[in-house]
């Protein structure tokens, strides 16, 4: 009468372990896609961010100001990308990217924007930390 008794209570542990002898191992990462893409850290060119000044009205006069501010680069688009956030694009016909320091010097002039940045791949939008002054402080 033991014999029946063990053999009922080992019966669900042997079948649980049965269940799983044909899953792969858990440690080993799956195989990587041939054509994933992999994050590219570098600014895209001619791209960038910028955060308006607190209480500035997202109107299409400030819109207007943010052209006239850039002027002097060929600005394909400005796009609002929420809680005061633009994307900044330049003409990529003209293969001209002014760079970071000039971009940051005319957003400070203006008057209009508190933070302007490069825009990165899969950067966080709106980004964490703005570099306004190139070097993070402010």
Not at 40 to 60: H, I, R, S
Not at 91 to 114: F, H, R, V, W, Y
Not at 132 to 138: I, K
Request: glycine share 6%; net charge neutral; hydrophobic share 40%.
């Amino acid at each position: 009468m033991k014999i029946p008794f063990i053999t009922a209570l080992l019966a669900p542990l042997m079948l649980t372990g049965c269940q799983s002898a044909g899953l792969t191992p858990i440690s080993e990462p799956p195989p990587a896609k041939p054509h994933a893409m992999t994050q590219n850290p570098t600014a895209l060119p001619g791209e960038y961010l910028f955060k308006l000044k607190p209480n500035l009205p997202d109107t299409a006069d400030t819109l207007a100001q943010l052209y006239r501010a850039f002027q002097t680069q060929s600005v394909q688009s400005i796009q609002p990308i929420g809680n005061a956030w633009y994307l900044l694009i330049l003409n990529k016909n003209t293969n001209t990217d002014p760079g970071l320091a000039l971009m940051q010097t005319q957003a400070m002039e203006s008057g209009l924007i508190e933070t302007l940045q490069p825009n990165l791949p899969y950067g966080i939008h709106p980004p964490k930390k703005p570099a306004l002054f190139g070097n993070g402080s402010q």
